[in-house]
């Protein structure tokens, strides 16, 4: 099993430009997530889906777009980058059992120049 | 909102040393989870604890969720453990994805 791969690893993006980050899992979780990491903090939740066509909003959801048409993938789209989304982004996934452990992709680094 | 306190923020330590770091959390939790970041940004599951006590080689977490307090417990710490830990839970109530705190930076030097 690969886990949760993300691409691409960096990017460097101007200012309005859009871009899609990619997230996929193998391990036919049915929740997947994606956060954001801003230097010296924790990670906050952008967006989550618990299904295939089902998404919802976290906690800082401007400035993002999600999909989920298969269990596997769960793309975050950037509309309009600004300088206020370079940031580390990381996708997980968990199969929401009893067992609610969450795994993490690698991240991907972003810079909004 | 639910908050996470982890401490110390920063913790320098010689290698062979151990050290115990703790997070506080304000309300019920579902999950709680410990992870390690290493330099490269990496954040690597050390353990899914949202009771009781649990080891893996020199690693250890102990959660009292009656008392909203978990401990990660470092023995004989090696270079590698460099790096910054978090905690993070996951709300009893609302269930869905993590909360994390701020995390404690562990400096290991030989």
């Known amino acids: 099993n690969a886990g949760v791969t993300q691409t691409p690893k960096f990017r460097i993006l101007k200012i309005g430009q859009s871009m899609t980050l990619q997230c996929a899992q193998d391990?036919?979780?049915?929740?997947m997530y994606w956060y954001r990491q801003d230097p010296g903090m924790g990670l906050k939740l952008i967006y989550y889906?618990?299904?295939?066509?089902?998404?919802d909003k976290g906690e800082v959801p401007n400035g993002y777009n999600v999909s989920r048409s298969t269990t596997e993938d769960f793309p975050l789209r950037l509309e309009l980058a600004a300088p206020s989304q370079t940031s580390v982004y990381f996708c997980?996934?968990?199969?929401?059992?009893?067992?609610?452990?969450?795994?993490f992709g690698p991240g991907t680094r972003l810079t909004v120049l | 909102g639910i908050q996470v306190e982890q401490s110390p923020p920063d913790l320098i330590l010689q290698e062979g040393a151990n050290s115990t770091l703790r997070c506080n959390f304000s309300?019920?939790?579902?999950?709680l989870q410990w992870f390690h970041q290493n330099p490269w940004g990496q954040l690597i599951n050390l353990f899914y604890i949202p009771s009781g006590t649990k080891q893996n080689g020199r690693l250890s977490a102990t959660t009292v969720a009656t008392e909203r307090y978990s401990l990660l417990y470092i023995s004989s710490s090696q270079t590698t453990d460099s790096g910054v830990y978090f905690c993070?839970?996951?709300?009893?109530?609302?269930?869905?994805?993590?909360?994390f705190g701020k995390g404690t930076t562990l400096s290991v030097s030989s």
């Open positions: 391990m036919n979780h049915n929740y």
């Open positions: 889906s618990v299904g295939a066509g089902i998404t």
């Open positions: 997980a996934s968990s199969t929401r059992t009893d067992h609610n452990e969450q795994f």
């Open positions: 309300d019920s939790v579902n999950n």
């Open positions: 993070a839970v996951e709300l009893k109530q609302a269930g869905t994805a993590l909360i």
